[in-house]
């Protein structure tokens, strides 16, 4: 009974005694780590900063803590110290590396750790243009190079959770002119890079997903300033959204062609949002697959000063060629516009006042697009209609063959448009007033390629009466002009007469200097001629013509 009681009395003690064997261990232990972790701190910030300053930089403080794996870094500057006119400059208000993986590192080489943040900063980068030398003494200096780089790389892997970059403002000058703009948000995650593969770098880095928002992004250029409020990217989702998009030019209308020195166009867009959805992007074979993307309600307008010479001295290539020329494979299931407007404002080469054409309501689907399809049956469609002037409308079909000896085709109609709508254009650059006039049908149907354009046109219009003015600034109606204009056009072709005497013959030689637009105008417009100004008897005397050769 004794023995139990002092047993009994003894139980706290050796629980107590157990105790402090096992806090005390780590008690010291913990003493000894926050004492080394301030001793590591103090030597390696010494050191750090030794470094930095040798190479232009400097940092505030920096902390390590051995609990967490982590180290901490406060105010990071460093500033190339080369001699372009702005040199490239980072400053970080704060870094943080946290999860070092110690173990990976002292068996393998392998540098792993949890998380890389950057907080605050703003990065400068300066793009040098390098003079070019000789290809076979570069490639062989390059590989020299790479080769002595591998060499001294100190580890096998760097493997990272997350990268974390919070709100980082970043600038690149592109070149004396140019410069790029924005502030940047990204997230990505599971970064793997392996340094025996470093000589192909995209595969030498691997990334699961990336997630980015970049904001107050602009584009300055001699010409142009590009302005998007945010940039969304989302990998893993295949999404990629622009909002509030525009393109403004540095220049008034006519100080533009000043400038440039010669006949261009000058550009004013505005988009609310353009979606991709659908987004995969394989960098080992630079490939680059979209399902869809939506372009909503872009308001563009266009202005070209024709008193300017044109001077362009290489060839326009037609739509499926210019694709072809991207350094990349691209294929998109489908492009939509909705809602948007175009107007084209033109001053004329002998004119004194600007005319217009406007395009309302415009909606658009291009289908099936793909640039490294050559098959003979593979092309891309495009659907469109829009409202021309605002009261006509205007269905077309575009088809775009990838086949190189395909020919292009257009199809479409132009129905129930009020011609007096046109005067805005034609009577500044046509000095012709349309008094009156409905357009009940205008159908087209031509093929084209890269030479040349050849189809038809049908018209369906009424009470069409022309006044004719003088080419002069203060213009006013001329008798005679006018006598003469509806000499030549008659005032009704609609469904009364045969379609022969309402047809007319499309065929224009492409200028291989202008856009694709250009000969889709002109070949409307050889057309009309043709049909207007009594179509079906010059097709007669062409045939006889023939015949007789």
Do not use: C
């Not at 110290?81 to 943080?96: G, T, Y």
């Not at 403004?248 to 004013?268: E, L, S």
């Not at 050559?374 to 495009?382: E, F, I, R, V, W």
Request: charged share 25%; hydrophobic share 40%; proline share 3%.
């Amino acid at each position: 009974m004794e023995s139990r009681q002092l047993l009994l009395s003894m139980k706290p003690f050796f629980r107590s005694r157990l105790t402090r064997w096992v806090l005390l261990p780590v008690l010291i232990l913990s003493i000894l780590l926050v004492v080394a972790g301030v001793v590591l701190s103090h030597v390696l910030k010494a050191k750090v900063i030794a470094a930095l300053e040798e190479k232009n930089g400097s940092l505030e403080d920096l902390d390590l803590n051995l609990f967490q794996r982590a180290v901490t870094v406060q105010g990071a500057t460093w500033t190339a110290a080369d001699s372009i006119r702005i040199p490239n400059h980072i400053a970080v208000k704060r870094i943080r590396v946290s999860g070092i993986h110690v173990l990976a590192w002292l068996i393998h080489k392998n540098i792993t750790v949890d998380r890389i943040e950057l907080v605050d900063g703003e990065a400068t980068y300066s793009v040098v243009k390098k003079v070019k030398k000789d290809s076979v003494n570069r490639s062989d200096s390059a590989l020299a190079h790479s080769d002595t780089a591998n060499a001294a790389l100190p580890f096998k892997k760097i493997g990272v959770r997350e990268v974390v970059l919070k709100n980082i403002k970043a600038t690149i000058h592109i070149d004396s002119i140019q410069t790029l703009s924005g502030v940047v948000n990204v997230s990505i995650k599971e970064v793997q890079l392996d340094s025996t593969l470093a000589q192909k770098i995209l595969s030498a880095l691997k990334v699961k997903s990336f997630q980015a928002e970049f904001t107050s992004v602009q584009l300055s250029s001699k010409l142009y300033t590009t302005k998007i409020s945010s940039i969304q990217i989302n990998s893993a989702a295949g999404k990629l959204q622009l909002d509030s998009i525009s393109l403004t030019p540095n220049y008034g209308r006519y100080a533009f062609a000043r400038k440039v020195g010669k006949q261009t166009d000058r550009f004013t867009l505005r988009i609310p949002k353009i979606a991709l959805e659908g987004l995969t992007f394989n960098p080992l074979n630079d490939s680059t697959v979209i399902s869809s993307i939506h372009i909503a309600s872009a308001r563009l307008h266009v202005f070209r000063d024709k008193r300017f010479p044109f001077i362009k001295h290489q060839n326009v290539p037609l739509p499926v060629a210019m694709i072809r020329k991207f350094p990349f494979a691209l294929q998109v299931d489908s492009v939509k516009i909705t809602d948007a407007k175009i107007v084209y404002e033109e001053f004329p080469e002998k004119g004194f006042h600007t005319g217009q054409v406007e395009f309302d309501d415009l909606n658009a689907t291009l289908t099936h697009l793909n640039n490294r399809d050559s098959s003979a049956k593979g092309q891309a469609t495009l659907v469109a209609s829009a409202k021309l002037m605002g009261k006509g409308l205007i269905t077309s079909t575009f088809t775009l063959p990838y086949g190189k000896q395909q020919s292009y085709r257009a199809e479409g109609h132009i129905r129930n448009l009020p011609l007096p709508a046109l005067n805005r254009a034609v009577e500044n650059m046509a000095f012709v007033n349309i008094e009156s006039g409905k357009l009940n049908d205008l159908s087209f149907n031509f093929h084209y390629d890269d030479v040349q354009s050849r189809g038809s046109i049908l018209v369906d219009y009424e009470n069409l009466k022309i006044n004719g003015f003088t080419k002069e600034k203060h213009s006013h109606a001329s008798e005679f002009k006018t006598w003469l204009i509806n000499l030549f056009i008659k005032n009704d072709k609609d469904k009364t007469m045969s379609k022969a005497k309402r047809s007319g013959i499309i065929e224009f030689d492409r200028d291989r200097h202008k856009a694709i637009f250009n000969l889709w105008w002109k070949s409307l417009l050889s057309g009309l001629k043709s049909s207007v100004l009594d179509g079906s008897a010059k097709k007669e005397k062409k045939r006889t013509g023939k015949d007789k050769g």
